[in-house]
């Protein structure tokens, strides 16, 4: 059996070999890997894909591997698996425990937030916006789960179209 992947890896030394070290040992073979260093995104990751070859079991531990180690797997056999969604909250971001609004965005099973960017004001209202990683098919539950902890913390909600 052969799969096609394309992960996100950190733009940092040694994190391709970190991705490449499990692969022999769980009994797959690697076929092909395009390191794109030319292609950081926004979170100073680089894409690599990489072709598999091996029993189907092999490669389903190759893969449980790559997510054990924190490797964002973005593509499979060209099926899109994550997508980046970006929303902006304006309000007392701070004054509303600004921990627990990540924490609970980062509860919803396959989402991640990947970017927290925040501009104060003094004492003036607050905008933060903020980079999600998520499960293809979840735009809608991130969206409502940010709503109801806007509406909770009386904070605005821009989100993306």
């Known amino acids: 059996m052969r799969i096609d992947l394309v992960l996100e890896l950190l733009d940092i030394p040694g994190q391709l070999v970190k991705v490449l070290e499990p692969i022999s040992g769980l009994g797959a073979n690697l076929v092909t890997v395009i390191h794109k260093r030319d292609y950081k995104n926004d979170d100073g990751k680089v894409p690599v894909q990489l072709t598999l070859e091996g ?11 790559f997510d054990d180690l924190g490797f964002s797997i973005i ?3 060209g099926v899109v ?4 969604i970006t929303t902006i909250l304006f309000g007392h971001i701070v004054d509303q425990d600004l921990r627990d609004t990540m924490d609970r965005i980062n509860d919803l099973k396959g989402v991640q937030i990947v970017a927290f960017d ?14 999600i990683e998520a ?26 179209v």
């Open 55 to 65: 029993e189907r079991e092999d490669l389903l531990n190759v893969i449980t591997r």
């Open 75 to 77: 593509e499979m056999d």
């Open 81 to 84: 698996k994550k997508e980046k």
């Open 118 to 131: 925040i501009k104060l004001n003094g004492e003036e209202k607050s905008t933060a916006l903020i980079n």
């Open 135 to 160: 499960d293809v098919g979840k735009k809608q539950i991130i969206f409502d789960r940010i709503a109801e902890i806007a509406e909770e913390k009386e904070l605005l909600v821009i989100n993306e």
